[in-house]
């Protein structure tokens, strides 16, 4: 008889314990993700070496904030405003050249979507035409379906993308700002056709099966709210709409229901049109909010704006001899879904406008000030906050670009263009305040209570640039081999437990 060759290496029987045995386990793993990696990497800079060059961007990593828990669902959420071409002009965007035509950037942007990849895209500005002749059905064969929601008055919406084999689609809400209900004063001081959506998305049998989950499914929103430099008490009405218009649309779904129900991870993402440190965006998440110092002047001056009459009574088409004109979306010069800049004009002349949304000083009259207390106290006295993901996480991976200009940890910028830069952007958790025990007006939510309280362990966040890694001037985007929109894509990664 033959002996079989002793292993020069072989272990103790004995010392092979469950212990030792899930230490193999996880260095057999992290050896298997460092060759995907690997694979991923060189497969990327073959791709890479392939793509003409105006058709390339500039890719950013994800950026790890915490490490993922065993058999937890992961979700990747993205938040985008992808620039409407029906709102491109060449005098708004003079350095950014042939990118600005649609058969350039719609390929750009849907390499952006194909490399990053999320599980649900919440995106503004996107296109009606584009989105029924292009989006809808191209980003339907990388598997994902759509909602989409616009005011019929402009020529672009908000649409939310998820992927069919994680998400099915149960209801929606649409909130239209000019026409929601609100307390008496705060009805909107002009007409701005911004609007927003909300959907209901039940997990699938397949994802509920493969994973224990707390709730049944996600309540996630998205908006572009109104641009104006003296548009900040509208904002800041509209932020108060938006999370009535959640916790309105939640309270619907589980009277529906007929039965108690586990409830939902609920988020809301989109362009805010605000900054940190500016009334809109504190209202929501520095609860209980006390205007005071620049938000409060800045808001105050806003008030003392007047609009016309016509603004947002316009269309993207323009009738001459009884023939409809609708431009050409791969002409540069495409051109604005409306025409309220005839109403800035007329504004402009308006006797006793104010020049600066941010003046150095400015008295406010007994009315403005009562307005402003009055938006204040109805955004205390909803029971609803929002806590922003990347407040929370992004000062542990990336602190030289979190808190640059503002206390909340928020990074410096998501819009760049040719003549303005500012964060813009946030993806946000949606959930219950309870006024009487907490205090959210000097701190962000840590990362360990957005676990703890909401069930969101957030992993990875998408890293965003800082204004030195632009290059040098002019750098206003969409700008070819960089970015295809003059914002960029915030993503953030997370846990639902």
């Not at 620049?294 to 993207?316: A, D, W």
């Not at 009259?365 to 993901?389: C, F, G, T, W, Y």
């Not at 959930?431 to 009487?436: F, G, L, M, R, S």
């Not at 000097?442 to 632009?470: C, G, H, S, Y």
Request: aromatic content about 10%; some cysteine.
């Amino acid at each position: 008889m033959t002996n079989k060759p002793s292993h020069k290496n072989a272990r103790d029987p004995a010392t092979i314990t469950p212990e030792y045995i899930l230490q193999q386990r996880l260095l057999r793993e992290q050896r298997k993700q460092r060759e995907r990696e690997e694979k991923g990497l060189n497969d990327s800079t073959k791709q890479e070496a392939t793509t003409p060059p105006h058709l390339r961007f500039q890719k950013r990593e994800m950026l790890q904030v915490n490490d993922p828990i065993e058999d937890k669902l992961k979700v990747k959420i993205m938040s985008y405003n992808v620039l409407a071409q029906c709102l491109i002009r060449r005098e708004l965007f003079p350095t950014s050249g042939n990118i600005l035509k649609w058969s350039i950037r719609s390929q750009v942007l849907m390499s952006e979507f194909k490399h990053y990849d999320a599980d649900i895209m919440c995106l503004q500005e996107l296109d009606h035409v584009q989105y029924k002749s292009f989006w809808h059905s191209e980003l339907e064969k990388l598997g994902y379906q759509s909602k989409y929601y616009r005011n019929t008055a402009k020529g672009h919406g908000v649409a939310i993308f998820f992927k069919k084999s994680m998400f099915v689609w149960k209801h929606q809400s649409a909130i239209n700002y000019d026409n929601e209900e609100v307390p008496q004063g705060l009805e909107p001081r002009t007409i701005t056709q911004n609007i927003g959506l909300i959907v209901q998305l039940d997990f699938t049998s397949i994802i509920r099966k493969k994973y224990k989950l707390s709730k049944a499914g996600v309540i996630i929103g998205t908006t572009h709210l109104f641009w104006h430099p003296f548009g900040t008490f509208e904002r800041t009405r509209q932020t108060y709409l938006v999370l009535k218009k959640i916790k309105d649309f939640t309270s619907i779904l589980n009277s529906v229901s007929g039965t108690p129900r586990s409830g939902y991870y609920t988020f809301f993402a989109g362009d805010l049109n605000s900054q940190p440190f500016d009334s809109p965006y504190l209202s929501i998440t520095a609860k209980p909010i006390e205007y005071s110092g620049r938000s409060k002047l800045v808001i105050s001056c806003s008030l003392s704006y007047r609009f016309s009459k016509n603004r947002g009574k316009t269309s993207n088409e323009s009738i001459e001899g009884g023939i409809t004109h609708v431009e050409d979306p791969e002409d540069p010069e495409f051109g604005s879904d409306n025409n309220d800049d005839d109403n800035v004009h007329d504004e402009k002349h308006y006797e006793g406008q104010p020049k600066d949304p941010v003046p150095e000083s400015f008295e406010a009259s007994e009315e403005q000030l009562e307005l402003v207390q009055k938006i204040q106290d109805v955004h205390n006295s909803l029971d609803m906050r929002a806590i922003s993901v990347y407040a929370s996480g992004y000062r542990h991976v990336h602190p030289e670009n979190s808190g640059r200009d503002n206390d909340r940890f928020e990074p410096y910028f998501s819009n760049w263009a040719h003549t303005w830069r500012g964060l813009l952007d946030y993806i946000l958790v949606v959930c219950p305040w309870d006024k009487t025990r907490e205090d959210h007006s000097k701190r962000v939510d840590t990362t360990e209570e957005l676990q703890e309280n909401q069930l969101i362990r957030l992993l990875k966040l998408l890293r965003l640039p800082q204004p030195e890694e632009m290059g040098s001037e002019p750098s206003g985007q969409p700008r070819s081999g960089q970015y295809p929109s003059d914002h960029l894509c915030l993503m953030a990664e997370v846990q639902l437990l």
